[in-house]
């Protein structure tokens, strides 16, 4: 197989593998979105929306495939995946404080 800067060209990885050698890649999207105004975005949410947006997890890819997905991805897409990651911390949140409410009323009750 041809070798480009050290890479197997048409090697199989799973996005994970791949993930120290497409850090520049990430961090062009990361700067693209800043520029178009999207101030909170960071390449660990971008990488988290991948996973759970595009990628459904950690598949097996190509190299060019992973470049490909990642610049082609939107900011529909993103906004979405935070949005959707911003209810679930509120859920969270309020569960928490529905149980530590509940162990202040057994205590108080005690």
């Known amino acids: 197989m041809t070798q480009v800067g050290g890479i197997q060209l048409g090697l199989e990885q799973t996005v994970v593998e791949w993930k120290p050698i497409i850090k520049p890649v990430i961090e062009s999207k990361v700067n693209e979105f800043l520029e178009m105004g999207y101030t909170m975005a960071t390449s660990e949410d971008l990488w988290a929306c991948l996973e759970q947006k595009v990628w459904g997890g950690n598949p097996t890819k190509k190299l060019h495939e992973i470049v490909q997905d990642i610049f082609h ?38």
């Open 73 to 110: 991805l939107s900011p529909d897409i993103y906004m979405s995946y935070l949005t959707l990651h911003a209810f679930q911390d509120d859920t969270d949140l309020m569960a928490s404080i529905a149980a530590l409410t509940e162990l202040g009323e057994e205590k108080a009750g005690k």
